[in-house]
């Protein structure tokens, strides 16, 4: 099992940033990938970005890009989400999720963050 925990959401001005954090413990994570995502009210969870633990390696949703950066601490097992640039479009909240390199499926959930991006 691995538990993660979010923290870092809350409101902000459009154009400011916020960084998430995700603490994650109960397993070594050099055997997954870490993935941010996020929903908005009424919409689908979408895909934000991942990190692959074991050597960093980082993957986007093409339309985050450039604003938003995935990051991890070895040392503190806690993946971060930097987001510039923000803008009520951004609105929403973001969840930290883990799989298994093996696996195509995101098993383990945070509670998710809110974040509200104010015009």
């Known amino acids: 099992q691995v538990q993660l925990v979010e923290s870092g959401g809350g409101l902000v001005q459009a154009g400011g940033s916020l960084r998430l954090s995700c603490a994650a413990s109960g397993r070594t994570l050099r055997n997954y990938y870490m993935g941010w995502f996020r929903q908005a009210p009424g919409k689908e969870r979408e895909y934000v970005a991942s990190?692959?633990?074991?050597?960093?390696?980082?993957y986007y949703a093409d339309s985050k890009k450039g604003r938003f950066t995935i990051s991890r601490d070895n040392a503190k097992n806690t993946v971060y989400l930097q987001m510039n640039s923000l803008n009520p479009e951004d609105t929403a909240v973001y969840y930290c999720?883990?799989?298994?390199?093996?696996?195509?499926?995101?098993?383990?959930w945070g509670q998710g963050t809110q974040v509200t991006v104010s015009s």
């Open positions: 999720a883990a799989r298994l390199v093996t696996s195509s499926k995101y098993n383990y």
């Open positions: 990190i692959r633990w074991s050597d960093g390696t980082t």
